[in-house]
């Protein structure tokens, strides 16, 4: 039997399989397509301290292989998550789930977190930092070296929990950024977010999306994220969740192998909302074909 056990900062997962934020909303409409405690958790919608009605539509476009979004964090805030979503929750998934969390200033994130301290069913806090600082010219905290350590310290000051830093890929090298955040105190990374990206309508000769640019995800940028775990893999010395294009239980195994401890699953849910099962299903059979008796031994093997 293969152990496809795997440990993030003392949360122990059945399965290396999470959905990623953003493609599952707070898990309740995937809980009425099957059973998912199967999973090994899932990060659920970016959530701010204020509610948000993301951006003006379109806000969604195809491309090959792959998808841009800007939806722009839509979510009921933060007070409306714990008091009504998260207590909903333990009704349809009995594990702790990964509470994904954005900013447009540093308080909003301290705000954010201490709100989700006192709640079980949290078992790590997982802070977006591709999100414009509003105090520092709109600059994305993740793109700045700085910025990126200051929020992951303010963050550490008060969290009880651990303490994922979600890194952008939209950066000249990943390995400073996540290495300022390990210094700053964090207790995992998780990477990527989406690929800055665009298109343009060309019947109407205009961006296709109205906020002009998006996020680029799904199997187009595997390749990048696999780069990007495998380079801060060899950089910092904290567990890495591994997210980016993976749509296969090989590409997890291959996720795995560059570095990450887990990995997180989000444009291919959207496009098949039973993709995460699937591949929990084929891992078994899948890690034996390649001898693979435990997940947990194949962390970084590539390197
Ligand atoms: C529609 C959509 C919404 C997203 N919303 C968030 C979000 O709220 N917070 C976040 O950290 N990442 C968000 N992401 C990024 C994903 O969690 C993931 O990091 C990225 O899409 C790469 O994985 P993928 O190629 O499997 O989609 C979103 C992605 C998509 C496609």
Known sequence: MVDLSVNLSGLELDN?????????????EFSELYDIN?????????????????NPTPRIAETSSGMLNSVGLQNPGIEKVVSEVLPRMS???SKKV?????????????????????IPKVGIIEVNISCPNIHDGGMSF???????????????????????????????????IAKACEKAGADGLCL????????IDVKGRKPLLA??????????????ALRMVYQVFET????????????SAEDVIEMMMAGAAAVQIGAATLKNPYICKEIIELLPAVAEKYGISSLKEIIGAAH
Do not use: H
């Open 16 to 28: 290396p399989v999470i959905p990623a934020s953003g493609c599952f909303g707070y898990g309740e």
């Open 38 to 54: 199967i999973l090994g958790s899932f990060s659920f919608k970016g959530t701010t301290k204020e509610p948000r009605y993301g």
């Open 91 to 93: 009704g349809y998934f």
């Open 98 to 118: 990964i509470a994904n969390i954005s900013g447009f200033s540093i308080d909003e994130y301290v705000y954010c977190t201490e709100k989700l301290n006192g």
């Open 142 to 176: 993740g793109t700045d070296e700085k910025s990126a350590y200051e929020v992951t310290r303010a963050v550490k000051a008060v969290s009880k929990k651990p303490v994922y830093i979600k890194l952008s890929p939209n950066v000249t090298d990943i390995t400073v």
């Open 192 to 199: 990527i977010n989406t690929l800055l990206g665009m298109r």
């Open 211 to 224: 906020n002009k640019t998006g996020g680029l995800s799904g199997p187009a940028v595997f390749p990048v």
């Open 236 to 247: 910092v010395d904290i567990p890495i969740i591994g997210a980016g294009g993976i749509s």
